[in-house]
Structure formats: structure tokens, C-alpha cells
């Protein structure tokens, strides 16, 4: 069992970058492929990237990459996404899961699940 804390949203500029942070317990931090996901207003939540326990593997849904960085630090039992070019359309609560599976985008793949953190990007 893990348990997940995302922090580092907040209200921020288009054009301004942020980055995320993931913070992990329970369990071997480096056992779990770690997914991240958003969900904006009135939308269904939608994959956006995932990172295998190693961290040497990456994998991002279509149109992510590029503005979208994912990492991961096992010593301090941390992954991040960075989000680089902020833009009105990436507003939404982003939330990290753990994952026993690599690659994988579907919801139900994902055992545990942090709160979410809000990023609000301004025009």
C-alpha cells in the first residue's frame, strides 16, 4: 500500500511553468510505476503521462509531450510533473497514482490515488 500527497498547484499566468510534486509512503516507493492525470471542469479525467518504479521509462498520452515533463526521485520517495507553457485549457485538479503495471493510461490500472492539487491558469 502507498499513500499519495500532490502539492505545488496554484494560480499562475498562460505562458508560466509549474512544477508538481508527488510525495510518497507505505510501501517501496521504486515498486510503483507512477501515472499522472487532470481533470478540468465538467470534463472526465483524462491520462496525462506515467513513469515507470526505475524512472527510466516515460510515457505520455498524445499531445503531451513536449509541455509535460515527468520524473521521479526514489530517494525521496517523489515524482513530479512539470508543466512548461501553461495555457487557460491546462486548468483542472491534477492528481497522482500508483500503478503495479507499466505503461498504462486506463483509470482502473491505478490502486491508490492522492488527494489532487488545483492548477488555475489566467489568460
Known amino acids: 500500500q502507498v499513500q499519495l500527497v500532490e502539492s505545488g498547484g496554484g494560480l499562475v499566468q498562460a505562458g508560466g511553468s509549474l512544477r508538481l510534486s508527488c510525495a510518497a509512503s507505505g510501501d517501496t516507493f521504486s515498486r510503483w510505476p507512477i501515472g499522472w492525470f487532470r481533470q478540468a471542469p465538467g470534463k472526465e479525467r483524462e491520462f496525462v503521462a506515467t513513469i515507470s518504479g526505475s524512472g527510466t521509462q516515460t510515457y505520455y498520452a498524445n499531445g503531451m509531450r513536449g509541455r509535460f515533463t515527468v520524473a521521479r526521485d526514489n530517494d525521496k520517495s517523489t515524482a513530479y510533473l512539470e508543466i512548461d507553457k501553461l495555457q487557460p485549457e491546462d486548468t483542472g485538479v491534477y492528481y497522482c497514482?500508483?500503478?503495479?503495471?507499466?505503461?498504462?493510461?486506463?483509470?482502473?490500472?491505478?490502486?491508490?490515488w492522492g488527494q489532487g492539487t488545483q492548477v488555475t491558469v489566467s489568460s
Open positions: 497514482a500508483a500503478s503495479r503495471i507499466y505503461p498504462v493510461a486506463g483509470i482502473p490500472h491505478y490502486a491508490y
